[in-house]
């Protein structure tokens, strides 16, 4: 294992960015800021970067050279041209066996690199990997209410707050900084759901779920959940994208199961999704399931209104109205 050799890497980006934050800024307390060098897709210069890492420096006695998005990230592949130029540096490095000079050290920086690369498996095998993964419900929970100190937010109240905002740490911290700077200004000392919907702002993913928990049990309230999405100017398609992925989501739950699949780990591996999300539908398995054949035809009536705007026979304006209509009020 080589130690100045390191790949941060993991879905939750605020806790990366967090700890790679803290590290450059404990190294630069030590080396200086001049001690640090940065390169990305932006600013790639293999050139530089070697300099970087094998050049002597006049003034520093330790450098940190940091590499963000290589190994490259299967989502975010660059063009070929750049593939190559990174190949090239990769090769070296490998072919040097990671060794490097003991007063550099070489971080690379991915979230989710694309793990057939020969760079990302050398790293895994050599590098000190530090990786880190989404927090849990529980961790999701403590996280809140550690950035509402001196606030009381019941249980139930939390776990709507993170039903309405999502898992994300950064929206999370966003949110829950509108919420002190609310109890403070109008001194609250305690946060109910009532004040959780005047200031937290909803996302589209959440918004998707909320009409679908509402769909076939209260229409009404799936109505009146409709026009405040409207009025917000929520993309359409944004919307209508997140409401396919909700229902398809919950299909596939009732169908998985049916055939005996029913840990929340097993069906987001199988899904590929978000355990958390999976482990929150699982709490409405029953109303589901009795509503198995309703999502069905919802579906079917959502994939054929999206199909008449697309095709110019409904203006974009009636998307809205047309999901009203589908309701059973």
């Known amino acids: 294992m080589l130690s100045n050799l390191v790949l941060f890497t993991g879905e939750e980006r605020f806790l990366l960015d967090k700890e790679l934050l803290r590290r ?13 060098f940065s390169f990305d897709f932006e600013n790639l210069d293999v ?8 050049g002597g420096g006049l003034f520093v006695t330790k450098k940190m050279i940091i590499i963000s998005g290589i190994p490259y990230e299967w989502l975010q592949r660059p063009s070929k041209e750049q593939q190559d130029y990174v190949e090239k540096f990769a090769d070296d490095l490998m072919a040097k066996e990671g060794k490097i000079p003991e007063e550099s050290m070489l971080v690379f920086v991915s979230s989710k690199p694309d793990k057939r690369l020969k760079l990302y498996k050398f790293l895994e095998r050599n590098a000190m990997v530090k990786s880190y993964d989404q927090y849990k419900e529980a961790q999701l929970k403590d996280f809140v209410i550690s950035q509402l100190p001196g606030i009381y937010i019941p249980n139930d109240v939390v776990e ?38 005047k200031v937290v ?29 409207q009025e917000d100017g ?44 999976i482990s929150k539908t699982l709490k409405q398995l029953k109303q589901l399931q009795d ?8 579906y079917s009536k959502l994939v ?25 009020v």
């Not at 709507?160 to 949110?175: C, I, P, Q, S, T």
């Not at 909803?202 to 799936?222: G, I, M, R, Y």
């Not at 509503?291 to 919802?298: E, P, Q």
Request: hydrophobic share 45%.
């Open 24 to 36: 450059k800024e404990g190294f630069a307390q030590k080396f200086g800021s001049e001690a640090i």
């Open 47 to 54: 050139g530089m970067i070697k300099q970087a890492v094998y």
């Open 160 to 197: 709507y707050f993170l039903f309405k905002v999502g898992a994300d740490l950064y929206r999370l911290r966003f949110e829950c900084e509108k919420l002190k700077t609310r109890c403070e200004v109008k001194q609250i000392k305690t946060v109910d759901q009532l004040l959780i919907d």
């Open 201 to 229: 702002f909803w996302q589209v993913e959440t918004n998707a779920f909320s009409l679908l928990d509402a769909l076939f049990t209260h229409p009404k309230k799936a109505i009146e959940i409709i026009d405040k999405i």
């Open 234 to 277: 929520e993309d359409r398609n944004a919307f209508a994208g997140m409401l396919y992925w909700s229902l398809k989501l919950s299909l596939f739950i009732v169908d998985l199961v049916a055939n005996g699949i029913k840990d929340s780990k097993e069906i987001a591996a199988v899904m590929a999704a978000n355990p958390w999300q």
């Open 291 to 298: 509503h198995n054949a309703d999502m069905k035809v919802f």
């Open 304 to 328: 054929e209104l999206d199909y008449s705007i697309k095709s110019w026979k409904y203006p974009d304006t009636y998307f809205w109205l047309g999901i009203k209509r589908m309701l059973k």
